[in-house]
């Protein structure tokens, strides 16, 4: 039988001798955020040598998430290497590619002969640079599509939305995620009484289709300066069922400014009998989280253990998942994440949160490995 231990360092139930994960992962984003221009340069140099070296990025994988995540290091010189070793992947290498190499590649995407796998590639790559030259090739492959997209499960528009962008049925460019992000971090109780952006607060409520207590995923008071840049004129409260969000493909609310929402439950919800306690909603309502004071870079969550933000970008532990809008048919817009283990304990993966200003939806998913 495992003997339960406990974290070194923050007292947290574990299976082993040591540091927990979560504390691991915060120990190194301190280094990261204490690191030095020199230093920082230095790492990024690194990266450049193993690219050059092996044509691969294996070793300094994490280092590399790290940077562009708690840094938003300039990707320059890495795209140079990985384009000269042919190397696509992670696609946020070529975040700030230089112009010549961005046209190259779209020179490659455009042509009919190109492999399939890499045409993918190409199209993250590029989705992830984004620009008015990459966003013109875009509706040009959807509209009169190259040969190799018959191998391929979706369309450009779906692969720009990994780069926080997309485009309506018209060809209008729409962004799919906001540039400013905040991490939401511990506090106490008390400091989340007074939080602009709370996680699981009870509304003693059921919900119509498995019976499980509602909970508003997320109070979100977009009147608090620091959240200006969502468009929220008022407090919304993103409510939902915590049970149809595991076991449904997506589930909405309709949201008021003045803090009234209604729960639509998705398909695939239903009477469940190995649904969440109650007790979960006890814990999921005792967390402790508050909105951080001050921004981040917008990839600052998009890692394994990367917690829980609002705005940004999200760590998709499957595919990005953009819904559109039940009601106007548009892309949604990527609002928040939450790590699911930070706030149950015992449980995996990720709840996402997307929204339509326009309608006043918000649509909620779930992702684990």
Same mark, same amino acid.
């Given at each position: 039988?495992?003997?339960?231990?406990?974290?070194? @360092?923050?007292?947290?139930?574990?299976?082993?001798?040591?540091?927990?994960?979560?504390? %691991?992962?915060?120990?190194?984003?301190?280094?990261?955020?204490?690191?030095?221009?020199?230093?920082?340069?230095?790492?990024? %140099?690194?990266?450049?040598?193993?690219?050059?070296?092996?044509?691969? =990025?294996?070793?300094?994988?994490?280092?590399?998430?790290? =940077? !562009? /995540?708690?840094?938003?290091?300039?990707?320059?010189?890495?795209? &140079?290497?990985?384009? @000269?070793?042919?190397?696509?992947?992670?696609?946020?290498?070529?975040?700030?590619?230089?112009?010549?190499?961005?046209?190259?590649?779209?020179?490659?995407?455009?042509?009919?002969?190109?492999?399939?796998?890499?045409?993918?590639?190409?199209?993250?790559?590029?989705?992830?640079?984004?620009?008015?030259?990459?966003?013109?090739?875009?509706?040009? !492959?959807?509209?009169?599509?190259?040969?190799?997209?018959?191998?391929?499960?979706?369309?450009?528009?779906?692969?720009?939305?990994?780069?926080?962008?997309?485009?309506?049925?018209?060809?209008?460019? =729409?962004?799919?995620?906001?540039?400013?992000?905040?991490?939401?971090?511990?506090?106490?109780?008390?400091?989340? &009484?007074?939080?602009?952006?709370?996680?699981?607060?009870?509304?003693?409520?059921?919900?119509?289709?498995?019976?499980?207590? !509602?909970?508003?995923?997320?109070?979100?008071?977009? *009147?608090?300066?620091?959240?200006?840049?969502?468009?929220?004129?008022?407090?919304?409260?993103?409510?939902?069922?915590?049970?149809?969000?595991?076991? *449904?493909?997506?589930?909405?609310?309709?949201?008021?400014?003045?803090?009234?929402?209604?729960?639509?439950?998705?398909?695939?919800? *239903?009477?469940?009998?190995? /649904?969440?306690?109650?007790?979960?909603?006890?814990? !999921?309502? *005792?967390?402790?989280?508050?909105?951080?004071?001050?921004?981040?870079?917008?990839?600052?969550?998009?890692?394994?253990?990367?917690?829980?933000?609002?705005?940004?970008?999200?760590?998709?532990? %499957?595919?990005?998942?953009?819904?559109?809008?039940?009601?106007? /048919?548009?892309?949604?817009?990527?609002?928040?994440?939450?790590?699911?283990?930070?706030?149950?304990?015992?449980?995996?993966?990720?709840?996402? =949160?997307?929204?339509?200003?326009?309608?006043?939806?918000?649509?909620?998913?779930?992702?684990?490995?």
């Amino acid at each position: 039988m495992v003997k339960i231990q406990h974290c070194k @360092q923050c007292g947290r139930k574990i299976f082993f001798d040591g540091i927990c994960v979560a504390c %691991q992962t915060e120990n190194e984003r301190e280094r990261i955020l204490a690191m030095p221009k020199e230093e920082l340069a230095a790492a990024v %140099q690194s990266i450049c040598r193993e690219i050059m070296e092996t044509g691969d =990025l294996e070793e300094h994988w994490g280092l590399f998430k790290n =940077l !562009l /995540g708690y840094r938003d290091i300039d990707t320059t010189e890495l795209a &140079k290497a990985a384009f @000269q070793k042919g190397l696509f992947y992670p696609s946020e290498l070529y975040k700030d590619a230089p112009d010549d190499i961005t046209a190259k590649m779209l020179e490659m995407v455009m042509e009919d002969g190109t492999d399939p796998m890499l045409a993918g590639k190409l199209l993250l790559c590029l989705a992830v640079h984004g620009g008015e030259d990459v966003f013109q090739a875009f509706l040009e !492959l959807e509209r009169h599509p190259r040969k190799w997209r018959e191998k391929l499960y979706a369309n450009p528009s779906v692969y720009a939305t990994y780069g926080g962008w997309s485009y309506d049925k018209d060809g209008n460019c =729409l962004e799919t995620n906001f540039k400013e992000c905040y991490p939401m971090v511990k506090g106490t109780l008390e400091e989340k &009484k007074k939080s602009p952006v709370k996680i699981g607060v009870k509304t003693g409520e059921t919900c119509p289709s498995c019976g499980c207590a !509602l909970v508003n995923l997320m109070e979100i008071d977009g *009147s608090d300066p620091r959240l200006s840049f969502l468009g929220i004129s008022g407090t919304a409260k993103a409510k939902c069922c915590p049970d149809c969000l595991i076991y *449904s493909d997506s589930t909405f609310c309709r949201y008021e400014v003045n803090g009234e929402s209604r729960y639509f439950p998705g398909e695939g919800c *239903s009477m469940a009998e190995d /649904g969440p306690e109650d007790q979960w909603v006890e814990e !999921l309502a *005792s967390n402790c989280y508050v909105l951080g004071k001050d921004p981040v870079p917008p990839r600052y969550a998009a890692d394994w253990e990367g917690g829980s933000s609002v705005g940004g970008f999200g760590f998709w532990i %499957q595919d990005c998942e953009i819904k559109l809008c039940p009601d106007c /048919g548009k892309p949604m817009k990527y609002l928040a994440q939450i790590q699911w283990d930070t706030v149950l304990d015992g449980t995996e993966g990720n709840a996402y =949160l997307e929204i339509c200003r326009d309608c006043r939806i918000i649509a909620f998913l779930h992702q684990q490995t």
